[in-house]
């Protein structure tokens, strides 16, 4: 009998990384849904609470970081696990964002994993099964 | 009477008397017992006239009877001899001093039959012992004469009413509030060496206050050539060392103040002679001052200009950047400012202020290349940035076009493929956009109409802004004064900066945007601002729009547009900035001063 397969989240304005990813993790036995913006995107989450969303962070409109902490904020949907992919940096960029420290005090947990672009399958994919470990 | 005189003939000893008595430059009268004056020699009569058969008190005092105390009755009965002071009158009736002299003449029976008065005027020393006196009281110095053991045997006024009344005393307690000796004593000097020594002494006053005093002892001498006494005359110079402290003091100030100052000072008289020549000065030009100072070498130090400037007498110049050269003949870029100085109307020299560029100069030196490694650096990472987004395009179309091959699905491979050429074709754009950005265009800058450029641009987004369903309106400000700016690239500015604001309404769920292209000036600064409905940016996008390949647009921008944008404006000496609310729109605005934008004809500022 067939396991059910674990629901992972894919949210990039770039058609070509959902692409990308999508077709990444569909071969290796996971069901990949995509969004194309933040918005799309939460309530993507809101109805399926997937095992994983990847969350690019520049996009238009709303950003990935944007969206984390509302996910984080959510006490639904709090405990599915985040990983950022981006262009930026991870430590000239992505450390210096006090993203993490809300208005009101509270202090998200870290997202569980972060991957920059150029995106390597391999490497995306290693980090996913990491995190579905935990 | 000695025994010489004793042994001389009788005749010659009377012929002597005689002589004696007639010619010895004193009074001489013989009384008898009544008074009347028997005998008396030339000079009693020259002084109080002829006195045959006269009293004495008639001759002396112009009285008619016996004074009360009358000496010569006293010797008429004692016959002791007396000496007194008198006062009388000459013949014509003037007050006059005498010392009088009375001795008994006896007779046979060796009774006193007559006295002899002899007198002489002292009328003249009275009145100098008097003068002098006054002189020793009032004098405006302290005097007073002291003895062998330091004491003051007599003291003026000025001594009593400053050091209080303490005759009697040692003088290094009275001037000096002390219980010894003086190391420096100058009545000691004069005590020893007989001269009249002056020295500068410190007192305390009877308020215990500090008094200087210029001191000046000269041996006084009463009697014989041994010498008794000093007297010591000293004058207040409190007020003149007061004086004298706080031109020392502020003297110490400025010399501080100059040899400190960070720039070097020289300053010369009217002949060109150094007499100011401080430390930075010495350090700047690598010389000491002591082989300037008192020389005609200011021409050596000081700019041409200001050396005319002295010579002509005007005012003072300052010379923002010149060159002087110091003692060893290298040229030293300096910031001067002199001033030409006056007593009064007379021109009596200059003084300049010289401040060393060299530091100043090294440091922008090391600024403008910190800046443009800074910046070399800064494009290379954002070179990698703008490659990464590409990268991972073509890395998602291989795996895409492999995955479509394994799985045997030809609209899989047909997609993956489609990415890849689409990855490929972003990467030629890109390196063509950024050799267009880092080759530029020869400027050409003019004055311009900030108007008419504005216009152009909203005439040529018309078309495309009515086919997104976008209102695209243009705001002019009435009047403004054409600005010196190359017209194209103000043209390609507000061109990305629209077409920007029309994506954003096209990314917004409001259906009916707007963008709102508006010219203004406002204190001679030129604002282009471009105003959309769109739909926003929140804070990280805001943080990134003007790095060079930052797009949010996909698949369709380079994100070179904004960077070509900034690069212009900071030609322009302008500044960009963006205002933006998530949901509500984003404003864009260039602000041009006009006193930094570039002059016509002239190449633009390069910020290479």
Redesign the interface.
């Known amino acids: 009998m067939e396991r059910k397969k674990k629901v992972i989240i894919i949210v990039d304005d770039e058609p070509d990384v959902t692409l990308f990813l999508q077709t990444a993790l569909e071969d290796n036995g996971y069901t990949a849904l995509t969004a194309a913006n933040a918005a799309e995107g939460l309530s993507l989450i809101r109805r399926e609470r997937p095992a994983l969303v990847c969350l690019d962070i520049l996009m238009p409109e709303e950003s990935g970081i944007s969206l984390f902490q509302k996910i984080k904020s959510d006490p639904e949907i709090r405990d599915v696990a985040v990983i950022f992919d981006s262009g930026l940096s991870l430590a000239r960029d992505f450390e210096r964002l006090d993203y993490r420290h809300l208005p009101d005090g509270t202090t998200l947990p870290e997202p569980d994993g972060f991957i920059e672009k150029p995106i390597e399958a391999e490497r995306f994919l290693a980090l996913v099964e990491k995190v579905l470990a935990r | 009477m000695n025994a010489a005189f004793q042994s001389l003939p009788a005749e010659v000893r009377n012929w002597i008397g005689r002589q004696l008595f007639e010619h010895v430059p004193n009074n001489i009268a013989v009384i008898d017992r009544d008074f009347s004056v028997l005998i008396s020699n030339e000079n009693f009569r020259e002084v109080f006239g002829d006195p045959q058969g006269k009293r004495c008190y008639e001759v002396y005092k112009g009285r008619k009877s016996v004074c009360e105390q009358c000496m010569a009755a006293l010797t008429f009965e004692d016959g002791k001899v007396r000496v007194n002071d008198e006062v009388g009158t000459d013949r014509n009736g003037r007050p006059a001093h005498y010392v009088v002299h009375i001795a008994p003449v006896y007779d046979e029976l060796g009774r006193v039959s007559s006295v002899i008065e002899m007198s002489y005027d002292v009328t003249e020393t009275k009145s100098l012992q008097k003068e002098y006196n006054i002189l020793f009281e009032r004098v405006p110095c302290f005097v007073s004469v002291i003895n062998r053991d330091l004491r003051i045997v007599r003291a003026n006024g000025l001594v009593r009413d400053t050091f209080g009344e303490k005759s009697g005393e040692h003088c290094y307690e009275v001037y000096k509030n002390r219980s010894q000796r003086c190391s420096d004593c100058p009545a000691l000097k004069t005590f020893a060496d007989g001269k009249s020594n002056r020295s500068e002494q410190v007192g305390v006053d009877r308020n215990g206050c500090k008094t200087h005093l210029v001191v000046i002892t000269a041996p006084l001498s009463r009697s014989g050539n041994e010498f008794s006494h000093v007297i010591e005359m000293s004058t207040d110079v409190t007020d003149i060392h007061k004086l004298s402290d706080e031109l020392q003091k502020e003297h110490e100030f400025l010399r501080v103040l100059t040899d400190n100052a960070m720039d070097a000072l020289v300053a010369v008289n009217e002949k060109g002679v150094v007499n100011v020549f401080n430390r930075a000065a010495e350090a700047l030009f690598k010389t000491e001052s002591s082989a300037v100072i008192g020389r005609a070498m200011g021409d050596q130090f000081l700019p041409r200009e200001f050396i005319d400037t002295i010579a002509k007498g005007c005012g003072s110049m300052v010379l923002p950047d010149t060159v002087v050269a110091d003692t060893q003949g290298e040229e030293i870029a300096v910031r001067f400012s002199g001033s030409v100085l006056y007593d009064g109307e007379r021109v009596i020299g200059g003084a300049g202020f010289l401040q060393d560029l060299r530091p100043l100069k090294k440091l922008e030196q090391e600024k403008i290349e910190s800046e443009r490694l800074a910046a070399v650096g800064q494009t290379v990472?954002q070179l990698a940035?703008g490659i990464?987004?590409i990268?991972?395009?073509?890395?998602?179309?291989m795996?895409?076009v492999k995955?479509g091959m394994?799985?045997g699905s030809e609209d899989?491979t047909a997609?993956?493929w489609e990415?890849l050429e689409?990855?490929v074709g972003r990467i030629t754009d890109m390196v063509k956009g950024f050799l267009s950005f880092s080759k530029g265009h020869t400027p050409k800058v003019e004055p311009i109409d900030p108007n008419a450029v504005a216009e152009d641009v909203q005439k040529l987004y018309t078309d495309a802004a009515q086919q997104k369903g976008v209102r695209l309106r243009f705001e002019a400000h009435a009047g403004i004064r054409k600005a010196p700016m190359d017209r194209e690239d103000m043209h390609t500015c507000l061109a990305n900066l629209v077409s920007n604001a029309m994506d954003?309404c096209q990314?917004?769920e409001n259906s009916e945007c707007s963008v709102t292209l508006r010219v203004a000036e406002v204190d001679d600064v030129v604002i282009f601002e471009v105003r959309d409905t769109g739909?926003?940016?929140?804070?990280?996008?805001k943080n990134?729009v003007f790095t060079t390949f930052?797009t949010?647009?996909?698949?369709g921008g380079t994100g070179l547009g904004l960077m070509v944008t900034r690069k212009i404006v900071q030609q322009h000496g302008g500044k960009i900035s963006v205002d933006s609310t998530?949901?509500e729109g984003s404003v864009f605005r260039l602000e041009f001063p006009r006193d930094r934008l570039p002059v016509p004809g002239e190449d633009k500022r390069d910020l290479k």
């Open positions: 990472a940035h990464k987004n990268l991972t395009g073509l890395q998602g179309g795996y895409v995955s394994r799985a899989r997609k993956g990415m689409r990855n954003a990314a917004s739909c926003g940016m929140d804070y990280e996008i990134k930052f949010t647009k996909g698949l998530p949901g």
